[in-house]
Each structure stands twice: as structure tokens, then as C-alpha cells.
């Protein structure tokens, strides 16, 4: 009997080794990068995850579907409404997710395109997320940017409160750059920053009589 035990508790210390090896590891592509830190806890708390050649490519641009998958890691959302959008089929790999983020909120549903492959904004980025962390809006604080006028009213507030909240920056030109894209690395150093700050977003859940469709175009 003391033997069983003996060995049973090699075998569970030494899945504990492999387990913890696997959601710890280092990227081919991250060690020395400005980011890393971040990269490793965001995809160790599987909220983001590298690709089957051990890369995690942290200087591409994320794109929409890619953030909205990374969105529902980060709050656990699983209550899903259907999709509507014209370019977005049900064998597509985000569409579960585009499902879950219209059932969220965070996304509006229409009959137009939602071009899912388009690289997402930093101004999409802070708005989706300051709606999930249920952040009050403050325009104001995007008044020290010299290119505050072009960020979309729906974004400014979400904007600003990133910006309050010391997790979000402009450039030193004194830009925000609301259309810019964010790369993979950037996304991750700023959730990071959030979850440190606040934690994980609670879930989010629409009554289907509160999901309102939008323009066709509201995406392009």
C-alpha cells in the first residue's frame, strides 16, 4: 500500500512539473522582448494564446476577431446570440465569438459586414474594454491629445477613462492615433494592466430584447 502511494504521488508531482512547464513556457519569439512579462502572464491566465510553432509574433497587428476571442477569455463569456453579420459564416473560427460578443453588448449586430480580418483600432480597443470593465466615460480626459477631435464619439469617453485610469497613453507627439492598430504585444501589456488594476471583468449578459441592430455600414 505505501508503495502505491509513493508512486502516485511521483505521478501527481510530476504532472504538476509538466502542467506548470506548459502554461509557463517562453515563446521563440518573446524572449528580450519589451513585453514579455506581460505576454507570459496574459497567456499563462489563458486570456491569449501563441501559435502550434511556439511563436506568440508579438509586433503583428491583432485583428477584430482576434481581440474579440481574447475578450471573451478574458471574462469567461459563454451565453452566445446569433449572428446576422454578411461576412461572418457559422464554419468561420470566430463565429462563436462574434456570437458571444453581440450576446455581450460589446458588439452591435447588423446585416452589413463586420470585416472580422480588419486589424482593430486602439479607439475600438478602448471602447470595447472600457465597456466590459463598466469604466464611466470621460471625454475630457482626451483633451490633452492634439487629435482628439477624430476619435469617435462612441469610443471618446471609453478613451478617457483608460486614460484616467493610467493604463492607456497617447504618443509623445502629443497624438492618440484612434485608427492606429495595436499589435499583439500592446494588447496584452494593456489587459494585463487592466487585470492588475481591477481584476477580471465581470460577465456581461444582454436580454435578446435589448440587442438592437445598427447600420449595415456601422463596421466598415
Given at each position: 500500500m505505501k508503495f502505491f502511494k509513493k508512486v502516485s504521488l511521483i505521478f501527481i508531482s510530476s504532472t504538476l512539473i509538466l502542467t506548470?512547464?506548459?502554461?509557463?513556457?517562453s515563446f521563440n519569439d518573446t524572449r528580450g522582448h519589451w513585453?514579455?512579462?506581460?505576454?507570459?502572464?496574459?497567456?499563462?491566465?489563458?486570456?491569449?494564446?501563441?501559435?502550434?510553432?511556439?511563436?506568440?509574433?508579438p509586433d503583428e497587428s491583432m485583428s477584430r476577431a482576434e481581440f474579440y476571442a481574447v475578450i471573451n477569455n478574458l471574462a469567461k463569456l459563454d451565453k452566445t446570440y446569433t449572428v446576422t453579420f454578411s461576412d461572418v459564416k457559422t464554419s468561420d473560427w470566430y463565429y462563436n465569438d462574434v456570437a458571444k460578443g453581440i450576446k455581450a453588448g460589446y458588439l452591435t449586430p447588423t446585416t452589413g459586414p463586420l470585416n472580422p480580418d480588419r486589424e482593430i483600432s486602439r479607439e475600438e480597443v478602448a471602447e470595447i474594454l472600457g465597456y466590459m470593465?463598466?469604466?464611466?466615460?470621460?471625454?475630457?480626459?482626451?483633451?490633452?491629445?492634439?487629435?482628439?477631435?477624430?476619435?469617435?464619439?462612441?469610443a471618446r469617453g471609453y478613451v478617457g477613462a483608460l486614460v484616467e485610469a493610467g493604463v492607456l497613453k497617447g504618443y509623445e507627439n502629443g497624438n492618440f492615433y484612434p485608427k492606429r492598430s495595436m499589435r499583439r504585444s500592446e494588447v496584452a501589456?494593456?489587459?494585463r494592466s487592466l487585470v492588475d488594476k481591477y481584476g477580471q471583468p465581470d460577465q456581461k449578459t444582454l436580454n435578446n430584447s435589448k440587442i438592437k441592430f445598427g447600420s449595415r455600414d456601422l463596421y466598415r
Open positions: 506548470s512547464s506548459v502554461f509557463a513556457r513585453a514579455s512579462k506581460s505576454i507570459n502572464v496574459i497567456t499563462k491566465n489563458r486570456i491569449m494564446k501563441g501559435y502550434e510553432d511556439n511563436t506568440f509574433r470593465y463598466s469604466l464611466k466615460p470621460n471625454a475630457s480626459a482626451t483633451n490633452e491629445f492634439k487629435d482628439a477631435s477624430t476619435i469617435k464619439a462612441s501589456v494593456l489587459i
